[in-house]
């Protein structure tokens, strides 16, 4: 299902205004994050299948304020909804937009905002988790002084590689 005329305008225009907040939310100089994102996108489309949204207790819990925001899925991103994860406050999607089979977007140009800056969004999250197949892989930005920190340490070498392993330091 391709986007229409009117619909890749809207979605540019959200993209604006999306671009300007996460400038903003990312600001040099505002705070350092700590993680980095290293690799490349394999195509394997597994951020594709399901689009998840973690929604805030007002949107969770007023149902007209969810209804509208699932409407907006629905018709401008073209999010199906799926199911709800009660314990993360999130609502699971289909996008009709992805093509199984060839493993591709029909409305890359105006994909959603989520969609274009994944899996950089993540690097806001205290702990952030990609899917298996993902070329990209999430490290800590201060990799190198913990790496020498824990091989300072007096731990047996299968507890420091086991330690550097659970801190993303591979």
């Known amino acids: 299902m391709k986007d229409g005329r009117c619909l890749t305008v ?3 225009l959200v993209l604006g205004a999306w671009t300007l907040e996460l400038w903003l939310r990312r ?5 350092s994050q700590t993680w980095e994102l290293v690799g490349a996108c ?6 594709c299948v399901e689009p998840t949204i973690a929604v805030g207790p007002l949107t969770w819990h007023v149902p007209a304020l969810r209804f509208i925001f699932i409407a907006w899925q629905r018709r401008v991103n073209g999010f199906e909804l799926q199911g709800m994860d009660r314990d993360s406050r999130s609502l699971v999607f289909r996008c009709t937009h992805y093509d199984p089979v060839g493993k ?3 409305s890359y140009a105006s994909r959603p905002s989520m969609c274009r800056d994944y899996p950089r969004l993540l690097l806001d999250q205290p702990w952030p988790e990609l899917f298996g197949p993902c070329g990209h ?18 731990l047996s070498e299968p507890a420091k590689a086991d330690l550097r392993k659970r801190l993303r330091l591979e």
Request: charge should be positive; charged fraction near 30%.
């Open 104 to 106: 591709r977007c029909d």
């Open 27 to 31: 600001f040099p100089g505002r705070r």
């Open 10 to 12: 809207l979605k540019r």
């Open 42 to 47: 394999r195509g394997s489309g597994c951020c």
């Open 137 to 154: 892989h999430i490290r800590a930005r201060n990799a190198g002084s913990l790496r020498a920190s824990i091989d300072a340490t007096a």
